[in-house]
């Protein structure tokens, strides 16, 4: 049975939360604080974290950048829940590592669809251990890139977009399928986030980023 960790200071938030996944069939623990969740992430790693941004010891964001920090837990499936929801919010939370992101007030479904979806995608992906496409080497057990050789550093979702086209060169990908696998969820609107992380993964890559061609109302391919 799959674990779901939830992290989040208002008790009555947590009961929510713990009611509708532990019906839909999750085992489920909760944790006010982000002191309680890393003391227990030592000797138990969850299928999925739901994690709160405003907590009273440590924000969620800093939570999310020790998660994907440490190998042991980089790859667990995040979702932020928080009551922010300008796109400026957005934009941080899934920059920052997030693999999705719902906004309070929420309903149940929405949230228990949102964890199923996720965890769908999580376990249909095949991890391949390195990806080598031209100058450009992905090292995925380091969560490194390299350009000629050269480190070249990333942001979680620039390093996460340039792997999912390379891994699909030569398809064209839109950039709704772009924000529904690299960003993980409908982001209806907001399409030009990934003309922006386009925009500076070409810069980072140097002359490298050329291989990533823009195709014209349309989106992306990598040749």
Not at 13 to 32: D, H, M, P, Q, W
Not at 113 to 118: F, G, Q, T
Not at 126 to 137: C, F, H, N, P, S
Request: proline letters at 2%.
């Amino acid at each position: 049975m799959e674990t779901v960790y939830i992290v989040e200071d208002d008790i009555n938030i947590r009961e929510i939360e713990r009611y509708a996944l532990k019906n839909s069939g999750f085992e489920v623990e909760e944790f006010e604080n982000g002191a309680d969740f890393f003391k227990r992430l030592e000797n138990h790693t969850p299928s999925l974290v739901i994690l709160d941004i405003m907590l009273p010891d440590e924000d969620g964001m800093s939570i999310l950048g020790k998660i994907r920090s440490d190998k042991k837990t980089a790859k667990i499936p995040v979702i932020m829940v928080t009551a922010k929801a300008t796109e400026l919010d957005k934009v941080k939370g899934l920059d920052s590592g997030a693999d999705d992101y719902i906004t309070k007030p929420f309903g149940v479904m929405e949230l228990i669809s949102r964890v199923k979806a996720l965890l769908r995608r999580t376990n249909e992906v095949t991890v391949e251990t390195q990806i080598k496409y031209g100058d450009i080497l992905i090292d995925n057990d380091k969560h490194a890139l390299t350009v000629c050789g050269n480190p070249c550093e990333l942001t979680y979702k620039e390093y996460e977009l340039l792997k999912y086209l390379i891994k699909n060169k030569g398809i064209v990908v839109s950039r709704d399928k772009l924000l529904c696998k690299v960003w993980g969820f409908e982001y209806e609107g907001e399409t030009r986030t990934v003309d922006a992380h386009v925009k500076t993964l070409r810069q980072k890559l140097g002359g490298a980023g050329s291989c990533i061609k823009t195709i014209r109302n349309v989106g992306y391919m990598v040749e």
